[in-house]
């Protein structure tokens, strides 16, 4: 096996602490072609889909690939805009932002990238970026509040392939979840607030995550208990009794059963138990993305307005607002705490000085 290096670099540089902000993904472009290259790489990993590798394969290239691409790829066009796919640009943006807030702080003894799980930029660009500029010390941080397998644990799994391949590897920390941060829970609960003062409170708060099959939680994945335990901190913040908010799992795919209660046929059930007024919420979600924008936005509005709903309204995700970005930057400096960073500009030179030093002794110049 050939290990891999960063063609920039010398043993005279001084450490760095680099930060990789990831999310799930997002085709290159909503085009068919695009979206066969993005769900062969979603749907082929088997974190996402536990069937055996053989039968999967050939349900996935013989039926799914020859079908759904079409379909994906205008779902996609009605959320496409001039910047590319809004979880792109929004992650891009999230990831500006931190790397801003951070380096006020830590000035250039902290370098911020990011990177998809799926599609492009790719986790090894965005590691590669990051040891190129110096990074020896790796925080990841995925931006999935609530941790599952299929997430979290993919998104490890991508790191540990990357490193089986490199030379020297970084010390090494990972956030694998943020479900009960105080700071995210703040966050989501004032963005609600702020959205009740302008459009009013509903009769009911709909909090709805991603679904994953519910074999998953049978087998120990503890994704169900984080969103209902996210969900329940808050509705305590916002002063909801138990009445007044749900819990709910959207996005399923296949015959097989997920977690209950699946948002789609709930949203068509409220109304006929006397619920015309809801506002939804997606607190699993870091930026909005097609699963929120068309498929909360727009298909599930339609499934409460024809089912006899009045009112209805998808409060956005917290994207890149400064608020969420103050939580991001609080999660990450928690984490990197331990870790020495060299500040004093002399002090580094000194540094970088007595290693080109000590690299010329072993060399013997």
Avoid at 46 to 58: A, C, F, Q, S
Avoid at 126 to 137: E, I, T, Y
Avoid at 149 to 170: E, H, K, N, V
Wanted: aromatic share 10%.
């Amino acid at each position: 096996m050939k290990f891999q290096g960063s063609p920039t670099f010398t043993h005279s540089q001084t450490d760095k602490i680099g930060v990789l902000v990831t999310n799930l993904g997002t085709p290159d472009a909503p085009k068919t072609k695009e979206l066969r290259v993005y769900l062969r790489q979603f749907l082929s990993d088997p974190r996402v889909v536990e069937v055996p590798r053989l039968l999967w394969k050939l349900i996935l290239e013989g039926i799914i690939l020859r079908t759904r691409p079409k379909r994906s790829a205008e779902a996609y066009s009605t959320v496409w805009t001039e910047r590319g796919s809004p979880l792109l640009y929004i992650t891009k943006d999230q990831t500006d932002a931190l790397r801003s807030n951070l380096q006020q702080r830590y000035g250039d003894d902290v370098v911020v990238e990011f990177a998809m799980r799926y599609g492009n930029p790719s986790m090894a660009s965005g590691l590669q970026s990051l040891f190129d500029q110096g990074a020896r010390k790796l925080l990841v941080l995925p931006l999935y509040p609530q941790y599952s397998a299929a997430t979290t644990g993919s998104t490890f799994d991508a790191i540990a392939s990357d490193f089986m391949q490199r030379r020297w590897l970084p010390d090494f920390r990972f956030i694998n979840h943020y479900h009960d941060f105080p700071p995210y829970i703040t966050a989501v609960a004032n963005s609600i607030k702020a959205y009740w003062q302008q459009h009013g409170q509903p009769q009911k708060l709909v909090l709805s995550y991603h679904g994953v099959p519910l074999s998953y939680l049978k087998k120990g994945d503890p994704y169900h208990c984080a969103c209902h335990k996210t969900s329940r901190l808050i509705a305590e913040q916002l002063g909801l009794s138990k009445d007044q908010y749900l819990t709910t799992f959207q996005s399923r795919f296949g015959r097989e059963e997920w977690l209950k209660p699946y948002t789609d046929e709930t949203l068509k059930q409220l109304p006929s138990m006397g619920v015309k007024s809801i506002h939804v919420v997606c607190p699993g979600f870091s930026a909005d993305c097609l699963e929120t924008i068309e498929e909360i936005g727009e298909e599930n509005r339609e499934y409460f307005i024809e089912a006899g709903g009045e009112h209805y309204a998808y409060i956005p995700a917290l994207n890149a607002e400064a608020e969420h970005i103050a939580v991001l930057s609080a999660l990450v400096e928690q984490n990197l705490q331990g870790w020495q960073l060299v500040h004093d500009e002399q002090q580094r030179g000194e540094l970088a000085q007595q290693m080109e030093q000590d690299y010329g002794k072993i060399n013997g110049s």
